[in-house]
């Protein structure tokens, strides 16, 4: 199973956010966490096609995580970012969680 984390993070403080992730977060994310990759969007437009999105457009910020079952992912994230290691971490997003725009995590099955 997989977790696909999408945030959209105000566009102003996103440089910030980036170095923040890449010094800060990641380290420890990759560490308690079976992470797959952290992607963080390029100064490119997006190409979209189909419906037109909202204002905010889309995620700008993409991260994904593999599990073996939605109840070792409720128990291992629960416990993961409730330490204090994690929170003196947190306290240094840039502009702090109002400025996550966005969350959205959804689960996914690989089919091929």
Excluded: C, H
Excluded at 14 to 30: N, Q
Excluded at 37 to 54: K, V
Excluded at 63 to 73: C, E, Q
Aim: aromatic letters at 16%; zero cysteines.
């Amino acid at each position: 199973m997989y977790e696909i984390r999408n945030y959209y993070f105000k566009p102003e403080l996103f440089e910030a956010y980036r170095t923040w992730a890449r010094v800060k977060a990641l380290p420890y994310l990759k560490r308690e966490l079976d992470l797959i990759g952290f992607w963080t969007n390029l100064p490119d437009a997006p190409q979209i096609t189909g419906q037109p999105m909202d204002n905010l457009g889309p995620a700008n910020i993409t991260w994904i995580l593999r599990w073996n079952d939605i109840t070792s992912r409720n128990d291992t994230m629960g416990k993961v970012f409730q330490t204090p290691e994690w929170t003196e971490i947190f306290k240094d997003v840039p502009g702090g969680l109002p400025s996550y725009l966005r969350m959205e995590v959804k689960f996914a099955e690989q089919i091929g």
